[in-house]
């Protein structure tokens, strides 16, 4: 196995975003009506949320992304930057390199419509090389080739790894879904996530076919908080009761305090409480802009239903 730095990252492989989040609706969103929001943020999101996130709470977070000479590159990199966030696995092009996405938010869920340039990522396996991570987090349900050699990669340097779902094809009966999940640390879907890639009718059925393939698998249920289960032992953890402004960004600002706590060797149980934690913190404003600080974190997990 090949060395790694003593202050070892975790590495973030994913495109930032631009959130566009209206709130507030004054009606149902539907194809040839317009309807009116009463509030209006531009956050940054995708990927820079995990980085960021991390960074809050005093972990050495390495972010690949891309950025452009457009308006949303340049206010997402100022925002990381004004976050003091690591700068080494950031690649800047002559162009435009939009990534945006517009959120139509209520209490309950959103609707959410994305445009991204298109940009020649480098590949996972390439930075996990150059980077030796202690973990690398995938926003999504990645599977293939380059995938498979990113795994590979990972394995022979010893470093764990965490993948969400997201909204991307792909489910258990595909022997490339199957192979990739075989190789993966932690899979994080969502329950509508956990249920379409298992065809499951049920979250218990759900993760249950999912712990067939995964040594950790955590589903992530909103409000109801999420359930979890490693290596036999089962973990379930509510969510405190908190106002809603806007839940976009809340899965990934609970994959953060879920990682966070995880990297330490934290029991299966503490690691889902402080995901729920930072996920609850997180709808509380718009975006990703509430994301908790090491110093806010002990405070939200006395909140939380036990």
């Known amino acids: 196995m090949a060395s790694r730095p003593a202050e070892a990252a975790v590495l973030i492989v994913g495109a930032y975003a631009v959130d566009l989040v209206l709130t507030d609706l004054r009606g149902p969103v539907r194809a040839g009506a317009e309807v009116w929001a009463d509030g209006l943020d531009m956050v940054p999101g995708g990927a820079f949320t995990l980085a960021m996130g991390l960074h809050r709470l005093g972990r050495r977070a390495v972010w690949a992304a891309d950025f452009g000479t457009d308006l949303f590159s340049r206010a997402v990199l100022a925002a990381a930057r004004q976050e003091g966030m690591e700068e080494a696995g950031f690649r800047h092009h002559p162009r435009p390199v939009r990534n945006v996405t517009v959120a139509l938010s209520d209490a309950k869920d959103r609707a959410m419509i994305a445009h991204e340039d298109p940009v020649a990522a480098r590949p996972p396996a390439e930075l996990i090389d150059a980077f030796r991570p202690s973990v690398v987090m995938l926003p999504f349900l990645r599977y293939g080739p380059d995938t498979t050699d990113a795994l590979k990669t990972a394995a022979r340097h010893g470093t764990r790894v965490f993948m969400d779902c997201q909204d991307y094809p792909g489910h258990i009966g595909m022997d490339d879904v199957r192979e990739t999940l075989g190789r993966v640390d932690v899979f994080a879907p969502n329950e509508s996530e956990a249920l379409r890639v298992t065809g499951a009718g049920t979250v218990e059925e759900a993760l249950a076919l999912l712990c067939e393939l995964v040594p950790t698998v955590v589903i992530k249920r909103g409000p ?22 806007d839940t976009t960004g809340a899965g990934d600002c609970f994959n953060v305090g879920f990682v966070h706590r995880w990297i330490d060797g934290s029991p299966l149980a503490d690691c889902l409480a402080a995901g729920v934690a930072c996920g609850a913190a997180a709808v509380t404003g718009p975006g990703s802009g509430n994301a908790l600080g090491a110093s806010e974190l002990p405070a939200w997990l006395t909140r939380l239903p036990y």
């Open 224 to 245: 109801a908080g999420a359930v979890a289960a490693a290596n036999g032992r089962r973990a379930v953890q509510g969510s405190p009761a908190v106002p809603v402004v």
